[in-house]
């Protein structure tokens, strides 16, 4: 079993910064057994969406929508994955969730509320 905590969410003016937090917690052989980690978000009325992934590599990849803006990245030393949000938009208003992949199956976080006042 994996558990994952999100933490760091709040509101932001747009243009501001925000920094979230997953922290990974479980088994030695649980958390070995992840191969990629990810942060999504759900807008009001909106389904979830992908917003970055880093695989076990170190390979990322992102949503066109926050290309250039956020950066995920980790800190295996701590079991924490990050997301550095950079230039928010009020668009950028969601519940941002952590994901875990295994080869068993996916965890995820509660959520942490992101909001972004214009």
């Known amino acids: 079993q994996v558990q994952l905590v999100e933490s760091g969410g709040g509101l932001v003016q747009a243009g501001g910064s925000m920094r979230l937090s997953c922290a990974v917690s479980g088994s030695i052989f649980s958390i070995n057994a992840i191969n990629a980690m990810g942060w999504y978000r759900q807008a009001p009325g909106k389904q979830r969406e992908l917003v970055a992934t880093?695989?076990?590599?170190?390979?990322?990849d992102y949503a066109d929508s926050v290309k250039g803006r956020f950066t995920i990245f980790r800190d295996n030393a701590k079991n924490t994955k990050y997301l550095q949000m950079n230039s928010l938009k009020p668009e950028d208003t969601a519940v941002y969730y952590c994901?875990?992949?295994?080869?068993?199956?996916?965890?995820w976080g509660q959520g942490t509320q992101v909001t972004v006042s214009s």
């Open positions: 994901r875990a992949d295994t080869v068993r199956r996916d965890y």
């Open positions: 880093i695989t076990k590599g170190g390979s990322t």
